[in-house]
């Protein structure tokens, strides 16, 4: 499996990005996909899923009604849309997947991309 994540950049307080995570090696109909973010000193937090069966989505407390997941099944990928960005989402985003169930537990996730920065300034 190999998760390519990309859209991360610069925006200032209050804009917004979309980060996409293209997917590839195999069928993901029972998989979670997931998206996870990392601070400068901070524990690596879960933001958002979605269940790749059905669409079904969840969400951190902290981004719920701000951000957007969603998938595009013909391309295999994953879409992160952010809106109403503060800077304390700064962070690295990553992708990460798994089988089964969802869990926002990181280390249930099997596979993960690369980290993509988000820097939102003040």
């Known amino acids: 499996v190999q998760l390519q994540a990309s859209g991360g950049g610069l925006v200032q307080d209050g804009g917004s990005l979309r980060l996409s995570c293209a997917a590839s090696?195999?069928?993901?109909?029972?998989?979670?996909m997931g998206w996870f973010r990392q601070a400068p000193g901070k524990e690596r937090e879960f933001v958002a899923a979605?269940?790749?069966?059905?669409?079904?989505?969840y969400y951190a407390d902290s981004v719920k009604g701000r951000f957007t997941i969603s998938r595009d099944s013909a391309k295999n990928t994953v879409y992160l849309q952010m809106n109403s960005l503060k800077p304390e989402d700064t962070a690295v985003y990553c992708c990460?997947?798994?089988?089964?169930?969802?869990?926002?537990?990181?280390?249930?996730?099997?596979?993960w991309g690369q980290g993509t920065q988000v820097t939102v300034s003040s």
């Open positions: 990460a997947v798994k089988r089964g169930i969802f869990t926002a537990y990181q280390y249930a996730y099997d596979y």
């Open positions: 090696g195999r069928t993901f109909s029972a998989y979670v």
């Open positions: 979605i269940r790749w069966s059905d669409s079904s989505t």
